[in-house]
C-alpha cells in the first residue's frame, strides 16, 4: 500500500508595521530633574491605516511623533519603519532614509512665497541634488486635487490650498508613512475637513498616516485614536466619532 505525502504550502510572509515602537522610552535630562517625556511604549501602527494621537498637553504626543520619524532618538527601545531598525542607521544612512520611507506636514505649511506649487512640491528633491521628475510632481498634485494650480504661488492660495501642497510635497517622494502634526491647526472648520477627507482618502489608498491632534473632530476621521497621559498609552478608540472621543479626552483630563 503506498502512502501519499500532504504537504502544506508555505504561508506567506507577514509585512512588517509599516512603524513599530518596541518598549520605547524617552527622557529628557537636566540639573534639577529628568522628565520622562515616554515611558516604554510599545505600538504597532499597520501599513494602510490611520491613527491619530491625542492626549493632555505634555502627555508625550509630540515626543512619540518624533521618535516614530526617527527625528529623535529613544533613551530605551527599538523604533522601525517598515522593518528596519532606525537605532542601527548612522547619521547619514538616517537622513537619506527619511527622505524615502517618510514624509511630514505640519501646522505651519512652510512653503517658499517666491517658488510656484509646482517648484515647492519638488523643492526637497532638487535641495537633495535629485532630478525632478514633472509627472510625479504633476501627480502628487493631482492627488490633492491642485493639478490646475501648479503654476500659482502660495500667496495667490488659500490656507487649505497651501496645506494641500504641504500634503503634495510630502507624497511627491512615495513615502511609507506621512507624519502629520496638527496639520488643520491653522485652517478654519471647513477648510479643515477638506484636509482631513484627503488624509483619509490617502489612507483608504493605502497610505499610513499617524496624526497628532487635539480636536477630536480631526482624530474621528481616523481608524484608531490612541490616548496618551504621562507618557504612556492609556487608551484607545477605534471608529469613533467626535463625541466619544471628546468624553474620553475630558476623562484624562480631569485625572
Known sequence: MTTSTITTPPRP?????????????????SR????????????AFATGTYTAIMGP?????????????GLDTPTRGQVSISGTDLGRLGQNALTKFRRTAMAFVFQSYNLLDALSAF????????LAGQRIDRRAVHDA?????????ARRRPTE???????????ARALYGRPDVLFADEPTGALDRTTGRDVLDLLRSLADGGQTVVMVTHDPLAASYADETLFLADGQIVGRLRHADATAIAQRM??????
Do not use: C, F
Open 32 to 43: 534639577a530633574e529628568s522628565v520622562h517625556a515616554l515611558r516604554g511604549v510599545t505600538h
Open 141 to 149: 498634485l493631482d492627488q490633492v486635487g491642485l493639478r490646475d494650480l
Open 57 to 69: 498637553s505634555g502627555s508625550g504626543k509630540s515626543t512619540l511623533l518624533q521618535l516614530a520619524a
Open 119 to 126: 517648484e515647492n512640491v519638488a523643492l526637497p528633491a532638487r
Open 157 to 167: 492660495l488659500s490656507g487649505g490650498q497651501q496645506q494641500r501642497v504641504a500634503i
Open 13 to 29: 510572509p507577514v509585512a512588517a508595521p509599516a512603524v513599530a515602537l518596541d518598549d520605547v522610552t524617552r527622557t529628557y535630562k
Open 250 to 255: 475630558s476623562e484624562l483630563e480631569q485625572r
